[in-house]
């Protein structure tokens, strides 16, 4: 009987963790800059604020700092919604949809 030598295989299952995280940490930069370019801008401090941390690996959360962030994105019952998340979510969803398309046809 022959032993099938799996060691290529396994130093790429070591590394899919890291990959994915790479991956990961790489779809949050994308959500961070795009929400940065549709935050409403008076003073600079939401968009200034936005940013992406590393909360363990494979996860990763873009938010804003400032306590007003949630009531431009969702609007209040004196003021109209001026989302600027969840369309940079849309946009680099929208975006990973297409390259995998064009990958995997």
Not at 10 to 38: H, P, T, Y
Not at 61 to 75: F, Q, R, S
């Amino acid at each position: 009987m022959t032993k099938l030598d799996t060691r290529v295989l396994d130093a790429i299952a070591k590394g899919l963790d890291k990959n994915s995280d790479q991956v990961l940490a790489s779809v949050a930069f994308q959500v961070e800059a795009e929400a940065k370019v549709r935050a409403p801008v008076d003073t600079g401090a939401l968009k200034n604020s936005i940013h992406t941390e590393k909360k363990k690996v494979g996860l990763y959360w873009v938010a804003d700092a400032v306590n007003y962030g949630i009531y431009n994105e969702l609007g209040t019952s004196r003021m109209s919604a001026h989302p600027f998340m969840k369309p940079a979510v849309e946009k680099v969803q929208q975006y990973l949809a297409d390259l995998y398309r064009k990958l995997f046809p």
